[in-house]
């Protein structure tokens, strides 16, 4: 077992807790981000990095992937600790005289981490996507879940199914490298964004509504598969070498259920207006909050994550001001070469 000890531990690598990192080094303290997935981003990396956003403040359009990689440069030079594929579960308080408690945040992986306060920024918890009924067999040889780049569609023959707006980016942004694109959705309305949807039916990419996808074939990786269309007597085939299942995920918020912290709704942690929890030392921002009036975005999030570490940092210590100061007044360190 690995033992870390940092001032504060931020559970949640999202664009919000990349921000946290960069947040806290301006208050001079040693951070850890702490996250399940394999690289930082959260949803946005795993799910629509090359999706254009366009509210968060100063930049008129980002990319997904374009956004954390500035956030993770900004938090770059106060060295925050990565443990990425690493589920926090156990939470552990260990008393000490005339000092805050320490908090001991153990992970699936053995990782045991010793901080002075907690920030949960985990997005919805762990997400995890809903299976296709058909082509499970094909995972990692031709079916995916995400796209987190589009390398390997260049020229190939792609599928996606699902009618949000994933599946609709994702044809969106295929397209024009793929040797065809077919969008195959179970009913004939998109929930996705009626302005992504008009720019889908002007591209050239297929799609076929009232359909679905009953059986997948390939001699080592796939490549071809069987729909089954609503009025056609018939299966319909498909070329097929990559298959995209946009099907929508369920979120979990894990082991956090059994921290003791308050929730809404059985799915959203509780904070009040410095982003604490009922539990002392711990606090929360992003998504996975609630209090009455909560905003979901990503650039409230960076607000609330700000909020969440200089109120830790006073809990760290009680002398501390609240307020930070302005950045002009602490010039960000230039990292120096290895």
Not at 184 to 200: I, N
Request: hydrophobic share 40%.
């Amino acid at each position: 077992m690995s033992r870390v000890e940092v001032d504060l531990l931020i559970v949640g690598a999202g664009p919000v807790g990349l921000y946290g990192a960069y947040y806290a080094g301006v208050r001079g303290l040693t951070t850890a981000v702490v996250d399940s997935l394999s690289q930082v981003g959260g949803q946005v990396t795993a799910m629509y990095p090359e999706k254009q956003i366009f509210d968060i403040a100063g930049f008129p359009c980002v990319s997904g992937r374009t956004l954390v990689s500035n956030l993770v440069e900004q938090a770059a030079p106060y060295a925050p600790t990565y443990l990425l594929g690493q589920e926090a579960q156990t939470l552990a308080r260990v008393a000490r005289d005339g000092q805050p408690d320490r908090l001991v945040v153990q992970t699936g992986s053995g990782t045991e981490i010793a901080a002075g306060a907690i920030v949960v920024t985990g997005g919805i918890g762990t997400f995890t996507p809903r299976p296709l009924p058909a082509g499970e067999d094909f995972l990692g040889r031709g079916l995916e879940y995400f796209v987190p780049s589009s390398a390997g569609y260049a020229g190939k023959h792609v599928t996606i199914v699902g009618g949000g707006d994933s599946a609709v980016d994702w044809a969106l942004m295929l397209h024009p490298i793929a040797e065809t694109v077919t969008l195959v959705h179970r009913r004939e309305q998109f929930r996705a964004h009626h302005g992504s949807v008009e720019q889908l039916k002007g591209s050239r990419v297929e799609v076929i509504t009232k359909a679905q996808v009953t059986a997948a074939h390939g001699q080592g990786s796939l490549e071809r598969i069987e729909l089954t269309v609503t009025g056609e007597e018939e299966r319909r085939e498909l070329r097929c070498e990559r298959l995209v299942a946009a099907l929508g995920f369920t979120a979990n918020l894990g082991p956090l259920r059994e921290w003791g912290i308050e929730l809404h709704d059985n799915r959203h942690l509780v904070v009040d207006s410095a982003m604490r929890t009922n539990l002392p030392g711990v606090f929360s921002a992003g998504d996975i909050t609630d209090y009455d009036g909560k905003v979901r975005l990503i650039a409230v999030g960076f607000g609330e994550v700000a909020t969440a570490v200089n109120n830790a940092a006073v809990h760290l210590d009680p002398r501390a001001q609240i307020f930070p100061g302005h950045s002009t007044d602490h010039p960000t360190p230039v990292p120096q070469p290895a």
